[in-house]
């Protein structure tokens, strides 16, 4: 609870904030990656599902987040990797995280990157464990291809005799 | 008077097609072991179903088209056409079964992107892809690299002559060894040496930036296998963005070169004569492309202020050019910002280095270097000849593994090719304009499908029209093959229609 009110005064600060102009909503990759001239330096919001590895470098960690159009690296401090229990990848849904962060085009720090420098982030989805079940309707025609080989081999073995 | 095919030649076509299919299905049980390692069920019977297809197949031509008779020049090139539409639809089956592609088309132009070594990618929702999927997508390039007949050639065929037509049908020329199944033997050789020392490196640096160790080693088997290949496929969807590290790029940047050299170079280096590629023509000439290329890149770039650093411009310009040049098709920027950010100069700039493509006898595509070379020295000699007095004889030479006589045979090749990728480039970018893409974004996808580069301003996507998506996988085969063995299939349906 008290996580989420001191998110939500960061938030209305950094909106009303005369310094830097923030955008409220949250946007979207492909928004960002298409308008990035006019977001570049600017404080936005982003969401998406974190997917992949979260790379620790020193006191800072790379995580990337899919919105479901494209993914966005986003820079924070390990502090705030540390939250993120679960990524995105064939057997698992990773956490749905929403972030406040400085928008850059081409990031001065990290060689021109197209990224997101996180400022305050929080989950607004827990990721999950995704349990694989047999498909029968593939079961059902590996068999059957299966049938048909052994059958050509029948054949071949006759014909050699 | 054409003469229409016979049925004995038929046969021969589908014998050797049939052994190459069950080489292809052999490629496919190394994902089916990577399924069962990371204990995933469903992509593991994907596999299953594709091989009990491809043996089906396999057999069913080696059994009704059985002969011992040996392929001739026209059959070898059919088979090798053949094999490569084949293999793209046998290898689509296990992507499209994963459920990760809209309809079988996607999966086709995919498995012959990564066959042709191309990279241009229709997948969705890849951060969540199989391992298995994942390891097939970038098996593909390493398979099609090397050469689909090569497999065939190493493994299944044994002291044939034919095994040379194929071998010279996949746009190779040049045997490093005499024999022609001990040169695809060495090519194997150096493909999986250099894959052991490329994944460890790769491995090792995705440990360093934090990546978990078996993770680690899994990106880098793919990275290089698809970076070697020059295919620019990645196990992410951010493609090598998605690790936000220098020192991975430059470990890349190294692997595409590498993987762009002619296998000639590996053999001369492999027996110690290092001079070589300072000699030779086509590293001579990739050297100035490389550099002449970069310089329209960087001057697009600084005009329109689109990096703030010079270290970033350079970052991020050289390696889109070396991906480019090298025809890799690696990105370290979003498809978009090429055309929202980079600006015509530096577009062009990278275009002109995906039509000049890496060496012949690589992996790369392109027009090659060897090529452009040659016509350089051509109009070197043509310059002369009107400098320098009537009578005076004017011979030019040039090196390439041994001193070679510019002939006007060698010019007029090396020009017939080149013109052939000149139209093709244009072909595909006129059927981009037709479906209302301004003409530069339809010749950079273009280019990038013909040259098997890979790269994407952003047209490549699930959504764009089914024939510009035909039109591109008939591109990245016919410039995967060097034309002559698309010639040659062309050449024999035409004749089984009007031959008599």
């Avoid at chain 2, 043996?55 to 088209?65: A, N, P, S, W, Y």
Wanted: aromatic share 12%; with cysteine.
């Amino acid at each position: 609870m008290k996580k989420n009110f001191a998110l939500t005064l960061i938030i209305l600060f950094l909106i009303f904030s005369p310094q830097t102009t923030a955008f409220s909503q949250s946007l979207s990759s492909s928004e960002l990656i298409k308008n990035a001239k006019q977001y570049d330096g600017k404080i936005v919001i982003y969401s998406g599902e974190v997917i992949g590895d979260v790379m620790l470098r020193g006191e800072f960690a790379w995580v990337n987040i899919n919105d479901g159009q494209n993914a966005l690296g986003v820079w924070m401090s390990a502090a705030l990797a540390k939250e993120i229990k679960f990524t995105g990848n064939y057997k698992s849904r990773g956490d749905r995280l929403e972030m406040v962060g400085v928008f850059h085009r081409a990031c001065l720090e990290h060689g021109g990157d197209l990224d997101i420098h996180a400022q305050s982030l929080r989950k607004i989805g827990n990721g999950r464990i995704v349990k694989e079940k047999l498909n029968f309707d593939k079961t059902s025609l590996s068999l059957i291809l299966l049938g048909a080989l052994s059958l050509i081999w029948i054949l071949t073995l006759f014909k050699h005799k | 008077m054409i003469l229409k095919p016979r049925l004995e030649d038929l046969k021969i076509i589908g014998f050797y097609l049939g052994k190459i299919i069950l080489g292809l299905a052999l490629t496919m049980a190394i994902p089916i072991l990577i399924a069962l390692c990371f204990g995933e069920i469903n992509p593991a019977l994907d596999f299953f179903i594709s091989i009990e297809i491809s043996v089906l197949l396999g057999l069913l031509l080696i059994k009704i088209c059985q002969t011992d008779r040996d392929l001739n020049w026209m059959q070898g090139m059919v088979v090798i056409s053949l094999s490569w539409v084949v293999a793209m639809m046998l290898g689509a089956i296990p992507l499209y079964l994963s459920g990760h592609y809209k309809v079988f088309l996607d999966a086709c132009f995919e498995t012959m992107s990564g066959f042709t070594t191309t990279g241009l990618s229709l997948v969705q929702d890849l951060d969540h892809l199989s391992y298995a999927h994942n390891l097939w997508r970038h098996l593909g390039p390493f398979i099609g690299g090397q050469g689909i007949a090569i497999i065939a050639l190493s493994f299944l065929l044994k002291g044939t002559s034919g095994a040379f037509k194929m071998y010279v049908g996949e746009g190779r020329d040049e045997k490093l060894l005499p024999n022609v199944i001990n040169t695809a033997r060495f090519i194997w050789l150096i493909s999986i040496t250099y894959l052991i020392m490329g994944t460890l490196a790769l491995g090792i640096a995705g440990i360093c930036i934090g990546i978990k160790p078996i993770n680690s080693f899994f990106h880098g088997a793919c990275v290089f296998m698809a970076g070697f290949d020059t295919a620019g496929f990645a196990p992410q969807s951010q493609n090598i963005l998605y690790y936000h590290s220098l020192t991975f790029e430059i470990i890349t940047i190294v692997i595409m070169i590498v993987g762009s050299l002619n296998f000639n170079f590996h053999y001369q280096l492999w027996i110690g004569k290092r001079k070589e590629i300072f000699k030779n023509i086509e590293s001579r000439t990739f050297f100035i492309s490389i550099m002449l290329t970069f310089f329209i890149v960087a001057i697009g770039l600084n005009q329109l202020g689109v990096y703030p650093q010079a270290i970033a411009l350079f970052r991020k310009g050289f390696f889109q050019l070396i991906s480019a040049h090298t025809t890799t098709g690696y990105m370290t920027v979003y498809a978009q910002q090429f055309i929202t950010e980079w600006g015509n100069l530096a577009l062009f700039g990278l275009i002109c280095a995906m039509a000049l493509g890496g060496c012949i006898c690589s992996t790369a595509g392109g027009i090659k270097m060897l090529r452009v070379g040659v016509i350089c020295k051509a109009m070197k000699e043509d310059l002369k000849r009107i400098i320098m007095p009537e009578r005076a004889i004017v011979i030019e030479k040039f090196h390439h593994i041994k001193e070679i006589f510019l002939e006007d045979k060698l010019v007029r090749s090396a020009l017939t090719i080149t013109l052939a990728y000149i139209v093709m480039y244009g072909l595909g970018a006129l059927v981009g304009m037709f479906y209302g893409y301004p003409f530069l974004e339809a010749l950079f996808e273009s280019t990038s499908a013909a040259a098997n580069v890979g790269l994407s301003c952003g047209i490549t996507s699930t959504t764009m029209p089914a024939v510009l998506k035909v039109t591109y996988i008939i591109q990245m085969w016919a410039g995967r093959l060097e034309f002559m063995s698309v010639f040659t299939i062309l050449g024999f349906l035409f004749a089984s229609i009007e031959g008599k």
